[in-house]
């Protein structure tokens, strides 16, 4: 089956280093559904009675060199354990598909734009359909989710180093819900090493002295 | 981009009609996703500890010469209505894809088999990806849902006429599950009409007296 993109992903992060691992975990993380050719505005007609959005998109930057394997480390795990690769929400499948439920914030049909808020999406990520999400249909509670019981939940502790200028205080939550979830490998652990994070144009530095992440500078 | 079945689905339901229309709405239909070329065992590890399992699928009995409009009149609103179709699940769509959450019934990795219960799927549908349900990610409660804001609920009693044969108590709940749904198309309103629907192998008749359906005979 041949499909074709009806979207792409606007975000401030650019690469998948800091991009949160699933949907929801950066709640006030800002993002935009572009149209693209074939669009309508009619085709939205209705959209804004609902709250939440399922995205379908691809791995567009999944290592072209690296094979799909039947099992995969999820770094829920801290990268040691193995799990089969269809019991988790890895990159690497068989199909690179990837799924995620957003907060509708403002639809803009003549625009063909749908703002949302909280997406795992990198900035360019292809977009091959949208649908509306159903509570009815779609939202089950009081249910085992094998090893990803629990939202991750923030990791580290972040601060900030007196900058040369304020740091606005929107600015200020983005990074901090993104930061504390450790952007880090799993198997990084020195305090030393000072790493940059691309958002929304900005070069954040940061280092981790145990659960607490300094943010050094924002340029 | 290119992707291929990892799967199909096996159901009783053989049609699109009498297939629900959307997952859940007949929680207790039993339905198999069977892996096919490319599939490992070890694929499947870890997914026992899961209850739902999300099915992302191809619209596979589309009319080929149905072309995707920008507005859809979904079956929720009598037929008469039009949506955006991306703020319906219309089966026609600029990428025909489905999706669909499913309650894991058993998983039998040897046999490249998942039972599962609640599918809108029908049988021989194509599957693309499979991913487990993560509830933290994934379930929202108390938002809108716009015109799809309750589950559709059963709209018709549904009786059986005797029978030269006794209809199993799973078999009838199943079919109870289906039928009270009201297969017929929005248009249709005739008592003397008689409908056939094919169930794992067996032909059910049945027609339709206001809002009791009469399941006729079983063949």
Redesign the interface.
Known sequence: ??????AFFRSPLKEKFGTPR????APGLPGTVEFCK?F?P??????E????L?I?W?FSLNNPNAASS??VRPPRLGGNE????????SPY???P?G?S?VRIHAVD?AAGRIEVLGADLVDGT?I??????????????G?????????PGGKLRVVFEDMPFAVSEPLRRQLCEILSQDPRPAYHDDPERIYGLNFDGRNVRFKVEGDTLIVLEIS
Chains 1, 2 share one sequence.
């Open positions: 089956m041949q499909i074709e993109p009806i699933q949907a929801g975990i074939g309508e009619a085709m939205l007609d209705g959209l009675g609902f709250d939440y399922w379908i691809g039947a099992k193995k799990m089969g690769v269809y019991a988790t929400r499948r068989p199909n598909l799924l439920s049909a292809p091959f359909d949208i649908k509306p999400y159903l509570e009815y249909a779609d939202a089950h509670t249910i085992r989710s094998g090893f990803a019981a629990e939202a």
